[in-house]
């Protein structure tokens, strides 16, 4: 479908341009939704963090947009779930490191 624009005043092309912004966000969400589902809170993954480092951990939490990662080292990282990928099995002190950082959050109030 062809959209003749250049009959269509400042005002109405800057609507436009709102609108087509609008809805590619909203379809970003929905394509980060999706592939936020393919996980599970719990389950361990891996990623390319920022210096190109394999790194992995267990998902702790699902954001609007990323996924909350605890990696093996006990750092969170918050991760586009279109980049992440199923890894092998755990350390056998993965469990002592969710513990940690999960007692070091304060309380909501």
Do not use: C
């Not at 599970?40 to 790194?55: C, D, H, Q």
């Amino acid at each position: 479908m062809r959209i003749d624009i250049d009959h269509l005043s400042y005002t109405e092309l800057v609507d436009l341009n709102n609108r087509v912004v609008a809805r590619l966000r909203m379809m970003e969400q929905l394509r980060a939704h999706e592939a936020m589902l393919t996980f599970s809170v719990g389950e361990r993954v891996e990623f390319s963090g920022k210096m190109g480092e394999t790194v992995s951990g267990i998902i702790s939490k699902y954001n609007r947009k990323t996924v909350s990662v605890i990696s093996d080292e006990g750092v969170t990282w918050r991760v586009s779930p279109q980049l992440l990928q199923r890894s092998s099995p755990a350390p056998k002190d993965e469990k002592s490191i969710v513990d940690s950082k999960a007692r070091r959050r304060k309380p909501r109030r």
